[in-house]
């Protein structure tokens, strides 16, 4: 599945794990963080972790909790970051417990959170920075670096050496990969020679429009605005909604549609935002520059929604806007709010802007749901459903095959972090394009490397 990201390189002198993601989608899958990590936390030297995505850094303080206390090695713009997102999930999953508790509509008595946030503030004194491209050592044996992965800001691959008794054996995690030409990131760097590689599959089995993201965001906005409703979009608070409020500023700027208001009704990405800023030299703003605006994340259309009365204040709003929130699967978070009071109308439209898993609520639309469970009530849909794939954050086949393009043949390649058609997709097109032996393995395999 594409969430709970975990992968642990155990040696004869230690543990490192890369990535401690958090399990989403469908119940049997989020009944994983609660189960008893592989192996005792406190036998773990490190973790290293590619970006700060909840899928892939969400579990670190039930890690902490259950006695983990080496450091966590990411890129100095994931630290940044990370607090962010882990306060936040925390919030969630501590409000989720309580109107689950007030509502009675869990199984559980009383509900409980998975962590807290005095467990977040435990983990974050661990982290500890490293520049890209500079190498450090995770445990006696096990030494990494960082590539710029091209999937958010701080995001990373990680080139990884482990030393034994025959020498040098190099591993290649992929993290997660972006896109080229992708609104406001970078493209990521050529991957590196390794004898195995452990590669996402999000997209593998398909190619993503071959439409430009802002021709793509415009003619939705435009839809959704002649509707004369919302239009409602369940956004990561870090990343994605920061690359919607440039693209919409920038299609705004140049005349190409209406000024109507912008809200971020999310705290962590007015904050996010900010983090942003203060990283300006990791990002690319050629959308901008080719429509001849200033090249900036302010807008004067953007009005923020910290607190919970200017998020109900929003209710208030008749007429065409544009609600950008918090969670990106709709998992939970201020989206679910938006969603509950504006489904039935037929006026708005609700922005699906990148990969739902299979269970989320997010799916469920896609997928044409009729109705959505929200807090324990079934909210009929009315509301027309729009998907902006060109705003995905995930390479696809193709930009995969092209970052690998050029590498020697791993010994192994490994495919991970996709549904299975994805996966057996990609794997497909790695055997095409390269010739190459891959394996999509299971949770819990453990594979033996011959170093």
């Not at 969603?339 to 708005?348: I, V």
Request: proline fraction near 6%; hydrophobic fraction near 40%; glycine fraction near 8%.
């Amino acid at each position: 599945m594409v969430s709970g990201s975990r992968h642990l390189i155990e040696t004869d002198a230690g543990r490192v794990l890369v990535d401690c993601g958090l399990f989403q989608g469908e119940k049997h899958l989020r009944e994983r963080n609660w189960a008893a990590f592989p192996v005792p936390p406190g036998t773990i030297d490190a973790v290293v972790l590619t970006h700060g995505h909840i899928d892939h850094s969400g579990w670190l303080p039930r890690l902490v909790k259950e006695g983990f206390k080496g450091p966590i090695h990411t890129s100095p713009a994931t630290a940044d970051l990370l607090g962010l997102l882990l306060y936040d999930s925390a919030k969630c999953q501590e409000e989720d417990a309580f109107y689950a508790n007030r509502k009675g509509y869990s199984r559980h008595q009383p509900a409980l959170p998975l962590y807290d946030e005095r467990d977040v503030e435990r983990t974050l004194r661990l982290v500890r920075t490293v520049p890209r491209e500079e190498w450090f050592k995770a445990s006696p044996e096990v030494r990494c670096r960082f590539h710029d992965a091209g999937h958010m800001l701080g995001s990373s691959f990680v080139e990884t050496e482990v030393s034994g008794v025959a020498g040098v054996c190099r591993l290649l995690f992929s993290g997660d990969i972006g896109r080229y030409d992708a609104p406001l990131y970078k493209d990521p760097v050529a991957a590196t020679s390794c004898d195995y590689l452990v590669c996402e599959s999000t997209y593998g089995d398909r190619d993503h429009p071959a439409i430009r993201p802002l021709d793509d965001l415009e003619a939705a906005t435009k839809e959704a605005i002649a509707r004369g409703g919302m239009m409602l979009v369940a956004s990561f608070a870090v990343g994605r909604c920061q690359q919607l409020v440039y693209l919409l500023r920038t299609l705004m700027a140049a005349g190409r549609i209406p000024e109507v208001p912008v809200w971020i009704d999310s705290p962590m990405a007015v904050e996010a935002t900010e983090v942003f800023r203060r990283h300006v030299a990791e990002h690319d703003f050629s959308e901008a520059a080719m429509a001849g605006v200033a090249e900036s994340l302010a807008s004067p259309f953007v009005r923020m929604a910290k607190t919970a009365a200017e998020s109900k204040a929003i209710n208030s709003h008749d007429g065409p806007g544009i609600v950008i929130a918090s969670s990106g699967m709709m998992n939970g978070g201020r989206i679910l709010h938006h969603l509950a009071q504006r489904l039935p109308d037929p006026k708005t439209t609700v922005l699906v802007a990148g990969f739902q898993a299979a269970g989320t609520r997010g799916r469920s639309l896609i997928d044409g749901a009729r109705t959505l469970r929200i807090h324990g009530r079934d909210i009929p849909v009315r509301a027309a459903v729009r998907r902006v794939d060109a705003l995905s954050g995930h390479a696809d086949r193709n930009e995969i095959v092209r970052w690998l393009d050029g590498l020697p043949a791993p010994k192994r390649t490994f495919l991970v972090h996709g549904e299975p058609v994805a996966a057996r997709g990609m794997g497909e097109r790695l055997r095409e394009s390269f010739g190459w032996e891959v394996t999509v393995p299971a949770i819990g395999d453990t594979v033996e490397l011959d170093c």
